[in-house]
């Protein structure tokens, strides 16, 4: 899968884009629109907060950064207090330094947006939609034609692999 986006001038070329996509079978919930903040979408659907936001990637540096942490208590306890009394509780605390710091790492992270989504911040603020949509590699040019039949000035601005949607 990919994530293609690019951004849109209005809101009405944004829903004729939208009910195209639609008709070509891409489902609601591979596209993902980023607007103004208090801008009506008029049922489009909105980007989540994983997309909104550093969430997911803060998580993952967390969960390595505290189950690194976790290691290296329990290698401490390990030398300190020998395999056996420290070596049961050792994959405790590495769970523990893990769930500690993804929970940190994701709340760090909802709070700052989405650092890969920073150099549309002007034009979204100027009123423009930002439309995401997630779709197979071979179905990329398609998409392409069909947002150009609507907005010839697109220019698709990214397009990066996604992880397969676990849903």
């Known amino acids: 899968m990919r994530r293609i ?3 849109v001038p209005n809101i009405a070329i944004t829903h ?3 009910e195209e996509l639609q008709a070509e079978g ?3 919930r591979h596209i993902h629109i980023l607007a103004k903040r208090d801008t009506p979408l008029e049922g489009l659907p909105e980007a989540g907060i994983s997309i909104k936001t550093d969430f997911l990637p803060a998580v ?3 969960v390595a ?7 290296l208590a329990g290698l401490i306890g390990l030398r300190f207090a020998g395999f056996a ?3 049961g509780p050792l994959l405790g605390i590495i769970m523990a330094s893990a769930t500690i710091g993804s929970l940190m790492g994701g709340l760090a992270g909802m709070n700052s947006g989405n650092s890969r989504l920073k150099q549309f911040e002007e034009a979204i603020e100027k009123g423009e939609l930002l439309v995401l949509i997630d779709i197979p590699k071979d179905r990329i040019e398609a998409v392409r034609k069909l947002v150009i039949k609507h ?3 697109a220019e698709f601005e ?3 692999p996604i992880l397969p949607p676990s849903y």
């Open 5 to 7: 986006y690019f951004l």
């Open 16 to 18: 004729k884009i939208v």
């Open 26 to 28: 891409i489902e609601e």
């Open 60 to 62: 993952e540096r967390g």
């Open 65 to 71: 950064l505290g189950g690194s942490t976790g290691l």
């Open 85 to 87: 009394i420290a070596g």
């Open 151 to 153: 907005h010839p000035e």
């Open 158 to 160: 990214g397009i990066e």
